[in-house]
């Protein structure tokens, strides 16, 4: 889209407004020394025309120069120049700040929406299309307000310039002012030739940011499978497309640079040629032929800072809608007054859920896959009850409509008869805690990573890693609590993972306490003693865990057996073995497989 048609510039001065309106003093303070800059500049014309008339001319004539004479003409010239000067350091020191402020700003807005947004939303967006949102497209939509004070400033420049002009000689002022509609004709032009390639250029910069934080995020599995070439070549692909369209931005400006930088010259060397034959005419004298050609000469400058800002008009237009399709993305859930209570395990009870992930066909349109279909359970305040079931049949997806983090298509979820969508936002997380199977490590010390920012003292840490079976390693870790563990947990196994896990939610007291197969990486012993002190430890708790292993199975008060989303059948273990086909089959094959799964971790936890 040209930068010159009316909806992008309408767009554009859209994108300008909702930035003032964001940082107006700032903002202001930058326009008032951009005024001042230009209104100082031409100025300056004026002032070297006055010491040419009074000091330079005599000196001439005379054949030589005073003291004086050389005062006046650097008095005058030092006031205006350092006018000018605390013009250009307000400009530029107020619309750095702007600029920089509404950048900040923005992308607290844009993160603290990713918190907002339900997992359902996350599900459909990449993660380098997030990242590039709250950075690249940041910048791209507000590194306009970098020359937008100055050319809104030399626009009096260019106003009060021009009035000089036609004071001093209407005649050669026509003369200079004929050339500036070729230099905005010259600018059009510009502006329509870049705003395609600029907007494909920023467009390119997202999916470089998309591409790198996928192969980033996928280092185990492209290291693991030998894709290393694979993804480089991805990636060189999308960078040198980038590449290829930034190089088209540059040949683009480089062919007409030139041509408007070459208008203004033609411009001055026209006012200079008629100038000197009005001076031999008697009709001007030689300071006035000098302040009309200096003035000349500065007034192309604030139709250039004008080009610049509508240069940065296509990045930011294209920036904006970027931006703006998170901030007014729908699904936001939204939240009740409610609390729930508190002191006592958890009443746990689903009515009827029904959830289906929206997938995207071969030809482009929606479809549903139903993932959870019409469930309805009820657990008892302080029992424990396993959810199995094969690969698919929809475990996680219960267990996160269990914690809220997305909503159910139909029915609904109750803790304590309260429906958690009444409940005030970051209320299920003061009685409820999630351990999921695949464990997330800050880059933080091994309490910063059970505690997160709350107020724990070493004891209780010690105590949480106790329950998680985690003090052993923990112990044995050079720095202890204060040992650093690496970007994700680098620093440490998959079962030393998941005991930190678990133990930052033991921390916590939960009334409510759901386990996605949160024991996975660990050997069967070290889950025995997990599970047994999870379960002395939470006679004040509802415990919900997503079970493969035998081990886990016996535990349970309750086992609830799920096939394709539905509830196929529930009770004790042993009555299941005896009435459900399907639980039995599986039962025994994840006896076989765990036996299996059990001798890796084992051999894993020696290497280590």
């Known amino acids: 889209m040209s930068t010159a048609t009316p909806s992008t510039l309408r767009e554009g001065w859209s994108v300008i407004g909702r930035g003032i309106r964001g940082q107006p003093r700032w903002f202001g303070l930058a326009v008032v020394g951009s005024v001042v800059y230009g209104i100082m500049t031409s100025l300056t014309a004026a002032a070297i025309g006055f010491v040419v008339d009074r000091a330079v001319t005599p000196a001439i004539a005379a054949r030589s120069v005073t003291a004086g004479q050389l005062w006046f003409i650097g008095g005058v010239m030092s006031a205006v120049v350092l006018t000018t000067i605390l013009g250009v350091i307000g400009r530029r020191l107020a619309g750095g700040v702007a600029m920089f402020n509404l950048g900040a700003m923005y992308r607290r807005q844009v993160t603290r929406q990713y918190l907002r947004l339900p997992l359902s939303w996350h599900h459909k967006h990449p993660s380098g299309q997030l990242l590039s949102n709250a950075n690249a497209d940041v910048e791209a939509t507000w590194n306009i307000f970098g020359p937008l004070p100055m050319a809104l400033g030399v626009v009096v420049m260019l106003v009060f ?53 996928e192969s980033f995020e996928a280092a185990l599995i492209v290291k693991s499978l030998g894709r290393e070439d694979h993804e480089a070549e991805r990636f060189r692909a999308v960078t040198h497309e980038l590449r290829d369209a930034n190089i088209e931005v ?20 026209a006012v200079l040629f008629v100038g000197t034959l009005r001076v031999r005419s008697g009709l001007l004298s030689p300071a006035e ?24 008009l296509p990045r930011a237009v294209v920036g904006w809608k970027r931006i703006s399709a998170v901030l007014d993305a729908e699904g936001s859930m939204a939240y009740g007054p409610r609390r729930l209570p508190t002191g006592t395990a958890s009443h746990l009870q689903a009515e009827s859920l029904s959830y289906a992930y929206e997938i995207e066909t071969e030809q482009g349109d929606a479809d549903l896959n139903p993932a959870v279909v019409d469930v309805s359970l009820d657990i008892a305040p302080g029992s424990t009850v396993a959810l199995v079931g ?30 958690l969508r009444q409940v005030r936002q970051g209320g299920v997380s003061e009685v409820a805690a999630l351990v999921a199977q695949q464990t997330f490590m800050f880059d933080d010390s091994v309490r910063g990573n059970i505690t997160l920012g709350l107020d724990h003292d070493d004891d209780a840490v010690w105590r949480s890693l106790d329950v998680a079976q985690g003090a052993g390693f923990v112990g044995d870790l050079r720095d202890g609590l204060d040992t650093h563990v690496g970007e994700r947990g680098a620093s440490l196994s998959g079962g030393q993972r998941q005991r930190i896990a678990l133990a930052r939610a033991v921390i ?34 509802t415990v919900l865990v997503v079970a493969y292993r035998m081990a886990t199975i016996l535990l349970a008060d309750e086992v609830v057996y799920l096939e394709e989303g539905r509830v196929i059948d529930h009770g004790s273990h042993e009555q299941l073995l005896s009435r459900c086909v399907g639980y039995e089959r599986l039962v025994t094959a994840y006896a076989r497989e765990s036996a299996e799964r059990d001798a890796i971790a084992a051999d894993e936890e020696v290497s280590r």
């Open 289 to 312: 032929v000098v302040q009309i050609a200096y003035l000349f000469s500065i007034l192309a400058f604030p139709v250039r800072a004008l080009g610049w800002v509508l240069a940065e």
């Open 161 to 213: 310039g021009v009035l000089q002009m036609l004071i001093v000689d209407p005649w050669l002022a026509v003369v200079g002012l004929t050339v500036f509609p070729m230099l905005f004709v010259a600018n059009i032009a510009f502006q329509r030739a870049m705003s395609p390639r600029v907007t494909r250029a920023q467009q390119l910069r997202a999916d470089v940011s998309e591409v790198a934080h």
């Open 250 to 269: 540059g040949r683009t400006r480089g062919r007409f640079d030139p041509a408007i930088e070459a208008i203004p010259t033609i411009g001055t060397l």
């Open 390 to 419: 094969p690969t698919g049949s929809g475990k996680s997806t219960l267990t996160n409509l269990m914690m809220r983090l997305v909503d159910p298509d139909t029915g609904a979820v109750l803790v304590d008869g309260i429906d």
């Open 508 to 541: 916590r007291e939960p009334q409510l306490l759901i386990l996605d197969d949160a024991t996975s990486a660990v050997d069967p012993s070290v889950e025995q003693a997990i599970l047994s002190r999870l379960r002395e430890a939470s006679t004040g708790t």
